[in-house]
């Protein structure tokens, strides 16, 4: 096992035994291999650096490189997406320890032969190695493994496109709970979070992105491209998504709603209009709606279909022109004949609806009075458009009263 | 979203706070501590209004870097010490945590001795005052009723508000203030120097840096909170300087003209409040120097374990345990029992410890600086807030100028 730390400013030779000159970094490739490779060596020759290939390292020893044959590429390098320079990248950076959920700071790294080439094997984040490391000479270079997180279990977020891929690392912070992620995130300096953040699957990151403070998330969206906003900003729910939006600055909202699919955009302009006081602006537009002319099992497939969804208790039945007749529950589609039309179902009480325009406290009233778990809001024609769910007000009771409370203290 | 109320509940606590005493303002009385204080009235006492100019400077410098760290700790969301060692390597890091925390235990020193002064002009000697302020400061910390505590001492170093009036009531002359503000000049001797020097070096003091960017990294402020904390940063640097004026402007019009030119125990210093305070001038000057010096010396121990926690990579908090976080809680004794010793040396002057303290603090800022001013400039760290050429410039003016001092410093020692 080699230290990396050791190993910077130590001499490069040829085959000949005659030093070439000195190292300055170690490029490693990330792939789908859970230990990356050196896939290339950064040397200070006369006074350019150049790039040699990692596959031309015959020797690797502690304190010297030799390489198996003395051509020189003068060619200066550039970077390839997935690659990263260990000393300028990752060392003495901050990592994430999926495993100790924490931020670490990287106090050495160890290269080792396996499976064939040199790999990135641990991660040394122990004081001692860190102190080892300010002695001159030998002691510097000497492996103290004491605390050393395996590669696999860490997820360090800094090369050239900010992602380090490691199949292993993206699986094990998948593993973790979205709350726990966005406390990680939270801690995280603005292009290491956009990194992790990109290393989760979208749904995953959704999720994550609905746990994290408003303010967090207004700074992680500015690090991010418009693109990945607007696939994360897709994949939450729309009502949430549609008050993230409506906290941005204008310029910053458009550049994300442009990239986004022209339907979703649209729907989440209208979200993002409608006023946060007014049941339009605190509704969600995810609901199931079905014609009363369908049967039970055209009902229960849409329901089966859209099982993720928090919207899924049950379908809101429209008449031919799309205008608001029943609510009808999961259970009772279940129990009645498949091949029955919903409209067979449909009896008193019939829902209470709001229109967008609703005042929240109106909202509240309906809510008291009819008990449900959910209210349906229409349009101005009496088309069901969207709902309240009981959650989404208490959000925004919490959030109006938070912005009574704070009265003369303005946080613009 | 699902937990609105927690987040919203908390930033207006911070921000509650911050209008109120936020870290800009603790930071900015805190250089009026002791050493601040005797540094200041001796500038006053020895040269009248002339070198005003260099609290202008200084205070200036303070703002500028101030707001710097201020925006580094939003923006990277890591301390000075960590962003030092991710940027320039192992050593450069410790070089500089180890520069912090000299800087820091001087500064921990002069606390002390202005406490050891204070008692003094009540008769109560070193060795009783000196332990128990710091088993006090301990005690208040390492428990966490630091929260309450801080307030009280808050308030005591207040009482060098009432320099401003002591100020006003003593009729300085004005016009030569003014002259001496903006118009440069100053006797090319070794004391001249050392007193320019040490006032650089308590008005932008290294742990005040080190301290406004650990605590937006500590309590997690953003971008959206960086418009506050700046107006807070410029608040409290700007009362740091205005405090300084009076204080060195009251000095001038009593004790300079008095003839008493040379500070040697806090009782002359004290009596530059006897315009204000008459016979209770002593008493008045004895509780703000307690006060000022019990709210820097409870701040700069924890400040200064939280650098070095920030340097391993592991930043520590108070509500750790000690095998969880041994380093934290060993720097903070080492720190607080070193500057308690070295002011219990028999025969020590106190006045020498207090400016000397700060005359180092100039020599170990200029590296400090440096490294922010690299900071400043890493694209790859700060983002849409990298610094541009024009406060790039500012930088390396405020730099040169502290490098002037440190060097004519060095010159008048290895001369004479």
């Known amino acids: 096992m080699v230290s990396l730390a050791g190993l910077i400013g130590r001499p490069v030779f040829g085959p000949d035994g005659r030093e070439i000159g000195r190292l300055v970094d170690v490029v490693v490739r990330h792939g789908e291999e859970t230990y990356p490779p050196v896939s290339g060596l950064i040397v200070k020759i006369a006074n350019s650096k150049s790039f040699i290939n990692g596959a031309r390292i015959a020797v690797l020893t502690p304190s010297s490189i030799t390489l198996s044959s003395a051509r020189i590429n003068l060619e200066t390098f550039s970077r390839r997406p997935g690659e990263s320079l260990l000393d300028a990248d990752v060392l003495d950076h901050q990592i994430v320890d999926v495993d100790g959920l924490r931020v670490v700071r990287t106090s050495d790294l160890y290269l080792a032969p396996f499976n064939k080439e040199i790999r990135v094997v641990g991660v040394d984040i122990s004081f001692m190695s860190f102190l080892r490391r300010l002695f001159p000479g030998s002691i510097s270079r000497r492996p103290t493994p004491e605390h050393v997180l395996d590669w696999a279990s860490v997820a360090s977020l800094t090369d050239s496109t900010g992602v380090v891929r490691t199949s292993a690392t993206r699986s094990a912070l998948s593993q973790l709970r979205p709350a726990d992620l966005a406390d990680l995130i939270e801690d995280l300096a603005g292009r290491e979070q956009g990194a992790l953040i990109e290393m989760l699957d979208p749904a995953l990151a959704a999720d994550v992105l609905e746990e994290m403070e408003d303010d967090e998330l207004e700074g992680l969206l500015r690090g991010l491209t418009a693109e990945s906003s607007a696939k994360l900003l897709t994949h939450m729910e729309p009502d949430e998504s549609a008050e993230v939006l409506r906290d941005l600055e204008e310029e910053h909202r458009e550049s994300i709603l442009s990239a986004m699919e022209i339907g979703t955009a649209k729907r989440l302009r209208e979200l993002v209009s409608f006023d946060e006081e007014l049941a339009g602006g605190i509704m969600t537009t995810h609901i199931l709606i079905v014609k009363s002319s369908d049967t039970v099992a055209t009902a229960l497939r849409l329901l089966v279909e859209n099982r993720e969804r928090e919207s899924s208790d049950g379908v809101v039945v429209v008449d031919g022109k799309g205008k608001l007749l029943d609510h009808i529950q999961t259970v009772e589609l279940i129990g009645a004949t498949p091949s029955s039309l919903v409209s067979e179902l449909m009896a008193k009480p019939f829902p209470t609806a709001v229109t967008i325009n609703t005042p929240i406290n109106e909202v509240v009233e309906e809510f008291s009075n009819n008990r449900g778990s959910s209210i349906i809001v229409i349009d101005e024609k009496n088309k069901p458009i969207g709902r309240i769910l009981a959650d989404d007000l208490v959000d925004a009771l919490s959030q109006n009263r938070n912005r009574f409370t704070q009265g003369g203290v303005s946080r613009s | ?416």
């Open chain 2, 1 to 416: 979203m699902s937990n609105i109320t927690i987040p919203s509940g908390r930033k207006l606590r911070i921000a509650a706070f911050l209008a109120v005493m936020g870290p800009g303002v603790i930071a900015g009385l805190s250089d009026d501590d002791p050493a601040g204080i005797t540094t200041y009235s001796q500038l006053g006492a020895k040269y009248g209004y002339r070198m005003l100019w260099v609290l202008v400077i200084s205070t200036f410098a303070l703002i500028v870097f101030q707001d710097l760290g201020a925006r580094i700790g939003v923006v990277t969301r890591q301390g000075l010490i960590g962003l030092v060692r991710q940027k320039y390597g192992a050593r450069a890091g410790s070089f500089s945590a180890v520069a912090l925390i000299l800087a820091n235990v001087g500064t921990m020193t002069a606390e002390f001795a202005g406490v050891a002064a204070a008692g003094q002009l009540f008769g109560i000697s070193r060795y009783v005052t000196v332990p128990l302020t710091g088993f006090l400061i301990s005690a208040l910390v390492l428990r966490g009723t630091f929260k309450k505590a801080e307030r009280v001492f808050f308030l005591l170093s207040a009482v060098f508000i009432s320099y401003i009036v002591a100020g006003f009531m003593a009729h300085p002359h004005w016009g030569e203030a003014l002259h001496g503000m903006v118009v440069p000049s100053m006797p090319f001797t070794r004391d001249a120097v050392n007193i320019a020097t040490a006032t650089l070096g308590t008005t932008l003091a290294p742990w005040g840096l080190a301290f406004i960017q650990s605590y937006a990294v500590d309590k997690r402020l953003t971008r959206a909170d960086l418009k506050l904390l700046r107006a807070d940063v410029w608040v409290g640097s700007a009362l740091t300087g205005i405090i300084g004026f009076f204080v060195i402007v009251t000095c001038a019009a009593t004790l300079n003209a008095e003839h008493i030119t040379n500070i040697t125990d806090a009782s002359q210093a004290a009596r530059a409040l006897q315009p204000l305070a008459g016979t209770l001038a002593k008493d008045l000057f004895a509780i703000g120097i307690i006060g000022a010096a019990l709210l820097a010396a409870s701040i700069l121990p924890l400040s200064t374990a939280y650098s070095v926690g920030d340097l391993t990579g592991s930043p520590a908090a108070l509500d750790d345990k000690f095998d969880e976080a041994p380093l934290f809680y060993l720097t903070f004794a080492a720190i607080t029992v070193v500057a308690g010793g070295l002011i219990m040396i028999p025969g020590i002057s106190l006045i020498w410890i207090l400016i000397s303290s700060q005359v180092l603090n100039a020599i170990l800022l200029l590296p400090l600086l440096a490294y922010m001013f690299g900071i400043a400039r890493d694209k790859k760290l700060m983002g849409e807030f990298t610094a541009g050429k024009r406060a790039l410039t500012l930088y390396g003016v405020i730099i040169a100028i502290v490098a002037v001092c440190v060097l004519a410093q060095f010159w008048f020692i290895f001369k004479l």
